[in-house]
């Protein structure tokens, strides 16, 4: 498998974890599937083309971000004429998230990946699609100045548009959905699909597998079996996956109490949150706070 070392090659992810790269007419007419070893935002301001990943594909005709999560192998085939692209790499090993306000925090974590752990077989790569790119390509170019010439302030300048175009990305998410790949949506189990939409907004109540099974029409052991496949993960594993990351967004955005944050994201036993926080991110919630690596 090829991986290409971005890290190496760009000083700001070593520093700020995040760079931007702008391609204004990107050209690929032969398939080479890679993987980074960071989060990758493919910023795709107009072209045509194919986004492969495995096996699913995206048709790229106009605008629209593509998030590709950590290693991911995938490749973006164009046209002759070719794609105007603004990749945008995160290390968020190093780049801390921005405190984002209270009612965009349960979407960040649906299409930007917190920690390679998290990956499943629906969001190896999440797209958002756009009818008017201008107000988030302008925070990218923005972004990308202040990298370069490196003004007074412009770490935290790179941190606030940075900010803003996640806050921007999250409203997009909310009012126009995230778009599923061609062949997701030729497999997909629609019962199956609106009980793992259900626990991704309602993560922080309790859930039975009664009750959820009842909801998606199944028997428990149909529902388990074909989840397991539609996601590639169990259903109280996803469930406890996605009240850790609702957490890991609290913890770097707020200055609540652990405790709080353990209940508000789901959990009713301080002891198992730490215990599960630190077995899926790798440190403890109050070291993941501090900004320690991941």
């Known amino acids: ?12 992810l070593r520093s700020l974890g995040i760079a931007v790269e702008y391609f204004p007419k990107y050209v690929n007419r032969r398939s080479r599937p890679h993987g980074l070893d960071v989060v990758l935002l493919s910023f ?28 991911q192998q995938h490749d973006i085939l164009t ?5 105007e692209v603004i990749n945008v790499y995160l290390d968020l090993q190093v ?9 965009l925090q349960p979407v960040l974590p649906l299409f930007l990946p917190l920690h390679p752990h998290f990956q499943h077989r629906l969001n190896r790569i999440v797209r958002l699609q756009f009818d008017d790119p201008k107000p988030f ?12 010439e490196r003004p007074a302030g412009f770490e935290e300048a790179v941190a606030l548009r940075f900010k803003l175009f996640l806050m921007l990305c999250c409203r997009h998410a909310i009012g ?21 939409q259900f626990i991704d907004q309602h993560y922080a109540e309790p859930h039975t597998l009664e009750q959820l099974a009842k909801r998606a029409g199944l028997s428990r052991t149909a529902l388990c079996r074909a989840f397991k496949g539609h996601t590639g ?16 967004v ?26 599960k926080f630190k077995q899926l991110v790798g440190v403890a919630p109050t070291a993941y706070r501090a900004g320690e690596a991941v």
């Open 233 to 248: 993960k169990r259903v109280f594993d996803y469930l406890i996956e996605r009240r850790i990351q609702a957490a890991m």
């Open 95 to 103: 780049c801390p998230l921005p405190p984002l306000p209270r009612e």
């Open 250 to 275: 609290r913890l770097r955005g707020s200055d609540e109490k652990v405790l709080g944050i353990a209940l508000e994201s789901g959990f009713h036993d301080l002891a198992y949150f730490n215990r």
């Open 79 to 83: 046209d002759a004429r070719g794609m």
């Open 176 to 196: 126009h959905g995230i778009v599923p790949s061609e062949s997701a949506v030729a497999q997909a189990q629609p019962r199956v699909e609106l009980v793992r």
């Open 44 to 71: 795709i301001l107009r072209g045509r083309g194919r986004h492969m990943i495995g096996d699913e594909a995206f048709t790229e005709n106009g605008a629209s971000l593509a998030v590709t999560h950590y290693g």
């Open 1 to 12: 498998m090829l991986t290409f070392r971005i890290k190496q090659r760009l000083p700001a």
């Open 137 to 148: 390509a302008e925070l990218l170019f923005a972004i990308r100045r202040e990298l370069e």
